[in-house]
Structure formats: structure tokens, C-alpha cells
């Protein structure tokens, strides 16, 4: 359909976001700013998450509760239950963090058209925090792609 | 191993697909035969679904009871039961339809090898649709490669 | 933050493992000297695994007790029982291994910093084998990065 004939270039930044107990953060409006910045029209957008604790997942952004619903849906499935675990030694919560990393997304990579992200209407870019405390997580962005 | 000394370029597409309730529908033949429109010997091609009720997977496409058994093994872990859900006014069937898309994936990248997706033997494409009534779904397609 | 304007090229490579029976196996050291081998400096790596009944996971490798807990969680998730499934022609531990696939990944994409994968500190990226009997697995790799 659409066709990229401008050279090609690749940008890459880094995203600080602080959490604050498990559950879903959006960060769609920060990857979006980062993009226009760039000035690519056409290309791909890849957001990546330097941790084995917290992982990465597109929800829906219409309705909050879609994603209370979710984090509700995790803590059922993978219980906080020491006795099931070797790996205890960071708290009743870290190894249930793992699996839940595990059973969603570390990555993403999203299409670039007309200089933004080509998400459907309700979709939106979010950390899922799987750890009880605060934490500061970084996000890695990088995009290939022509003006 | 090989490498490629062609210049780089982009394509993208948009797939409509038609889906009749839950289950998987395959994509294979539609994906492979835009990539072949396209000239693009070796590359990267990004799967994106614009959805967050439906999703993507790759499984086996030799033996139908497979997608049979992975749509069954769904139904059982996530639990159409409105007491579990707050978000429950689009249907019975929708929350759990997030948390199935959450399960699985919205993006897939798949390499390119003289022309072809360079998928296993037994690998198929999916559309995995998580809702009750039929609906229309739009799958994007980005190239990145050399000719 | 940073930028590349070094000209673009691609390369791709095949990774042969074997696996001994159910459970996780890294593959960050070959997947990093792969990298080095092609003197790409900042790019995006592709690792896609060409099996549905093994798949890839990005896990902690500090502690070996992670994916021991991991690979045990799997097996309580997904029972082994022949009466849940219709595709039963190849062990009771084959549809098992095509679900536990499609709830993890078939591929990750890692973007490349000065001449490395960015990783986090505790990241390892692992084959995840769903099946009991020794397998030869192939990962390809793809990447796509200038010098």
C-alpha cells in the first residue's frame, strides 16, 4: 500500500518511569512526544523493557477498569505462595513477578505511519508493574525509519 | 552467515480479516503473498494486530486439533464470569477477551530469507479472535529489507 | 539521545541447540558473540525461534532457582492429560508444549547499543523447551544496524 522510498536512519532514547505497586502504567503519550521529536514519517518503533520483574503489554485506554481487571486476573493465576518457590529470598512477590513477565511482553514493536503510531483506536502502550513496592523502571525506544 | 548489501527499504499493507467467534484463523497465505509483491529478497516483516480483543500467535498448522485444544485450554483459564470482571458492559466475553489478548501477542516480527518468511516446517500465522459475535479485524504489515 | 547516520545493512545467522527435556536454556552468550562477529554498533536484533513446541523467554539468570521456579509453574498450568486434548498422536506432553509456547514468545527483538545488546543487568535470553524427549532446536537471528 504506502511505500518508503526516503533513506533510512534508526533514533534510539531511554524512558525513566517510576511505579508505584503492581498494575498497568500507560506510557503511550511518552513514546508518542519522543516520535514527533524524531521527525521519521514512515518506520517501525520498538519499545523494549530492561527488567525481569516488569514487562510490557497494549490494553485497551478507554475504560480504567479494563486494566484493574487484568493485574485482578494476575494475582489469581500466579499465587503468592512461598511454599511453591525455591526462589524466595526478594520477597513473596518477586518470583509470581517473573512468571507474570513471562506470561506477557518484555517487547514491542509498533508500525510508524504518517510520522505517528499506527495503534487502533483504544489501544494503548503500557508497563505492567508486578512488584508490591515503588520502582523506577527504564524503557529502551528505538526506530528505523525515513522522514 | 548471509548478509545483505542491497539498499534498505520499507513497505506496509493493511489486512482485513473476517472472523466468526472465537478461535484461530490462519494468515500464512496472505502475508506470503503480499511479501512477494513486494521484491524484498531478505528482511524483517512486523505482524501488528489493532486490536485488544483479538491477537496474534504462531502454532502448528499440520494438524487442526491443535488450534482446537489451545482455543479449549483458554476458555478454561480465563473464566467468562461477570462476579470476577468490573468492566462488564460490552458482554460476558469481553474482559476475559483483554486478559486471552494479554496472554498472547499484538506484534510478531518474522525474518525474510530469498523471499520467503522464514517460518518452521509446522509454523502458521494466527489470528486468535477471543470474541463471541462475529467481527472485522485489521493486521498490519511493515517490511524493512533489501531486494 | 542518540543518533545513527551510518548507512544501514542487514545480516542473519542460525543458531543450532540442543535441549534435554523441559525447562530453560540461556543463549545470551552466542546470541552476543554472534553480534560482535558483524561489527554492527547500533541496530535492532531479531531472535525468532522456528518450533511450536518451544519458544523464548527473557528471564533473570542471576539466580538458576528463577527458572527452575518458572519452568515449574508452566507444568502446574498446563496438565498433562490426555482427556483435556484432541491432539494426543505425539505424547501427552505435545499439545501441553504447543499451549505453554503460545503463552510465552516466538520472537524478541533487542535493540543494540554500542556494539552489545541492551539488556538490563539481570536479563538472559533463553530457549524455553516445552517437550520431555532431547530436541535440536534452530534460532535465527536477524539483524538490522549500521557500523
Not at 511505579?19 to 498497568?24: F, N, R, Y
Not at 518484555?106 to 520502582?135: D, K, N
Request: glycine share 8%; hydrophobic share 40%; net charge neutral.
Amino acid at each position: 500500500m504506502s511505500s518508503g522510498t526516503a533513506p533510512l536512519f534508526q533514533r534510539a532514547h531511554r524512558l525513566r518511569v517510576s511505579t508505584k505497586g503492581k498494575g498497568l502504567y500507560e506510557i503511550t503519550p511518552r513514546i508518542a512526544e519522543w516520535l514527533r521529536s524524531t521527525g521519521v514519517s514512515q518506520g517501525l518503533l520498538t519499545v523494549f523493557i530492561q527488567h525481569t520483574s516488569a514487562s510490557l503489554t497494549i490494553q485497551e485506554n478507554a475504560d480504567p477498569d479494563v486494566v484493574h481487571d487484568l493485574n485482578a486476573f494476575f494475582n489469581r493465576l500466579v499465587a503468592e505462595d512461598n511454599r511453591l518457590y525455591r526462589h524466595t529470598v526478594e520477597g513473596p512477590d518477586d518470583m509470581p513477578a517473573h512468571i507474570r513477565a513471562a506470561l506477557t511482553l518484555t517487547q514491542l514493536s509498533i508500525p510508524v505511519e504518517s510520522g505517528c503510531l499506527a495503534l487502533g483506536t483504544w489501544q494503548g502502550v503500557y508497563i505492567f508493574e508486578h512488584r508490591a513496592a515503588p520502582h523506577q523502571r527504564t524503557v529502551l525506544l528505538h526506530l528505523l525509519g525515513g522522514a
